[in-house]
């Protein structure tokens, strides 16, 4: 048994024999002991492959290519160019491309058409662990042009012309940050990359840091050359770990290159940068907590004023950043502050990204021009909402942010048209709700998660989240009354007014707004006791209709905790003291005649 | 590096490899979509399916690699596919039995696998 390199197996069927195989195969014979390849590759003659027309066919392992129509011209290249070097014969290739429209390729989707990929340029089209491909779309030339060819005040005054904001969620303008911290006095001074995304169903950060990792690097070392500092801090929670391991190897690389640490493109300016892991508290997303956690203190915000930019870490001046809104700055000096500022609206330029969740088709990443309406995000790019369900509202800015209601879809999505519905940019978790969600059940969800991430250093967050939470928990549990919703409005606004950061001062937004635009569902739960949705267990009750049902015993079989009695062939019943509403049944009934109240 | 020039050198010497574009000249270049949504529905085994399956045929000029978010995280594992002279394939809801079908007929072959393909899931 020799043992061969390749097998060319020839059709011998009568099909192929009579359109010329015996000749091909005596060529290859002929030609494999030309280039003494006849021990090393076996050729077989084999029965009807059964696409007669298009013989004589060739096939050849280990690759299997499947070759078509070959004449004796054909088997001379087949042998030199595929069997002795490996590449594989394209022209002679059996083809059964029918030309038709079905859609192959991503670009084509109706997912792409409305969306423009700016601060996720590179997400998705590069090895993120390879910085050569980063620097194959044009990377760092942005801060070679930044370095060598511009004055800090230069680039300060493009950031302003392009009217960039933070993508943070705040919205404020970037240029003017970036000038205040270089007009601090400090002898030391620091960039910080916030990259603590803490809102429940966002991942933009998450994803430019997987994806495009020394677009981040890139623009803090331009941050850091504006703002005269020499170090850089990457604040990204543990909880990432494939984002950290990146940011590392994209880290390095460019120490590698010289594109971090000293006297970076030759010009006197030196910069490092270190990635520092917070422990994943939700309040280390604010600046100043987040100052605390890199310092090694604990995660608790401190008063503004003094602001980072005159007062941050280790005391010294300190410029903090969104990942998004660094993503997007080496896009603007490349493309100059004009193209950056025809995207978007009047007083939001450019795009945002947004994680899609909740009840709609399309989870994913999407990044839109500013001024897209909410419709066209959750119609067109998104996909609409699954099972033919009707939309009923979308939360922005997670936990600080507020819901938006459908007769809101044609809000355009940009920091002013937000914050005057009620809601706000935030950083762009974007849930979708269907009928089938609680808005009272959804904001107790979110208010549960600011109580849990308080840092307790203030009362009216400490306490006044819980308090708010355990009225929400009487209402959705049947036992609230008109006057819990009126003192859960006066405890939102209390709140808003007096907590000492972000967190605590966004807190009741969700609470607010489901309460500005979905009072009657408050109303139902309080003075009906019934949740329209259908979600608060306490206040649902399963019964079967009579007429309907034919007494199988399906459901008596499948409730777990035998509520349900009745006789073969009669209407069966549901003692609703012992059910405990878990629908076990209604799934189970093969005629419908279980029905949630 | 120093100098732009470098940058520059850099730069035209990749961008043969990440050109994605139907005018690219050398090799079949595989990308794996990685990020955590990826990887979270399983983009690791067909990644090593991929590399298993190529080194197995002895296949060269084809090169695997690996990307960030392509942004349409509910039909990961995505796998796309340039193929010199030709519009990308973008193929989702890969699995390593995929996978086989997808080197032999699309990448030895140079056959799309339709039903692979994004537009047969949307």
Known sequence: MELYRSHVLICGGTGCTSSGSDKVADKFDSELKKHDLDKEVKVVRTGCFGLCEVGPIVVVYPEGAFYSRITEEDVKLIVEEHLMKGRIVKDLLYDDSVKDDIIKSLSEVEFYKKQMRVALKGCGLIDPEDIDEYIAIDGYRALAKAVTEMTPEQVIDTLKESGLRGRGGAGFPTGLKWSFAAKAEGDEKYVICNADEGDPGAFMDRSILEGDPHAIIEAMTIAGYCIDASQGFIYVRAEYPIAVKRLNIAINQAKEYGLLGKNIFDSGFDFDLEVRLGAGAFVCGEETALISSIEGKRGEPTPKPPFPANEGVFGKPTLINNVETFANIPQILLNGPEWFTKIGTEKSKGTKVFALGGKINNTGLVEVPMGTTLREIVYEVGGGIPNGKKFKAAQTGGPSGGCIPASNLDVPIDYESLAQVGSMMGSGGLIIMDEDNCMVDIAKFFLQFTVDESCGKCPPCRIGTKRMLEILEKITSGNGTMEDIDNLEILANNIKQSALCGLGQTAPNPVLSTLTYFRDEYIAHVKDKKCPAGVCTNLLSYEIIEDKCRGCGLCARSCPVTAISGEKKKPYKIDQDKCIKCGACMEKCPFGAIIRK | ?122
Do not use: W
């Not at chain 2, 590096?1 to 961008?15: D, G, Q, V, W």
């Not at chain 2, 000029?61 to 942004?71: E, H, M, P």
């Not at chain 2, 596919?81 to 030709?86: A, D, I, T």
């Open chain 2, 1 to 122: 590096m120093k100098s732009i020039k470098e940058l520059e050198e850099i730069r035209n010497r990749t961008l043969e490899k990440v050109n994605l574009r139907k005018d690219r000249q050398t090799g079949i270049r595989v990308v794996v979509g990685m990020a955590t949504c990826g990887i979270a529905a399983g983009a690791r085994p067909v990644l090593h399916a991929f590399m298993e399956e190529i080194s197995k045929r002895k296949l060269q000029d084809v090169i695997v690699t690996q990307t960030g978010c392509i942004g349409v995280c509910r039909l990961e594992p995505i796998v796309e596919v340039f193929v010199p002279g030709e519009e990308k394939v973008t193929y989702v809801e890969m699995t390593p039995e995929k996978v086989a079908r997808v080197v032999a007929e699309h990448i030895v072959n140079g056959r799309v696998v339709k039903e692979f393909t994004i537009g047969s899931y949307e």
